[in-house]
């Protein structure tokens, strides 16, 4: 059974830093990649940050220029480098590993740890 444990989350005043970490074990299959989303009380679960496997990272506009994803193969672990945050960005934050099985690929999840930003 694939485990994801998340570190990291806090409180913090606007315009401060906050570094979350995921560290993913039991991995017998291929990682495509892993990456984080995020879920403010009354929206949807978006995504933040990914990378993959080789490297190649993708993030959602709102974060550009202030959040840094980063990947360590040899640990599985992925980490958010969270700078000048904002009230905004106020939400759990999940960890996400996707796996390749063949031609398909899975997604799993962690519990979420919590990123509040204060005014």
């Known amino acids: 059974q694939v485990q994801l444990v998340e570190s990291g989350g806090g409180l913090v005043q606007a315009g401060g830093s906050l570094r979350l970490s995921c560290v993913a074990s039991?991995?017998?299959?291929?990682?495509?990649?892993m990456g984080w989303y995020r879920q403010a009380p009354g929206n949807q679960r978006e995504l933040v940050a990914t990378?993959?496997?080789?490297?190649?990272?993708n993030y959602t506009d709102s974060v550009k220029g202030r959040f840094t994803i980063s990947g360590d193969n040899a640990k599985n672990t992925v980490y958010l480098q969270m700078n000048s945050l904002k009230v905004e960005d106020t939400a759990v934050y999940y960890c996400?590993?996707?796996?390749?099985?063949?031609?398909?690929?899975?997604?799993?999840w962690g519990q979420g740890t919590q990123v509040t930003v204060s005014s």
């Open positions: 996400n590993l996707k796996l390749d099985f063949g031609l398909v690929s899975r997604d799993y």
């Open positions: 039991r991995i017998i299959f291929r990682i495509n990649s």
């Open positions: 990378i993959t496997s080789g490297g190649t990272t």
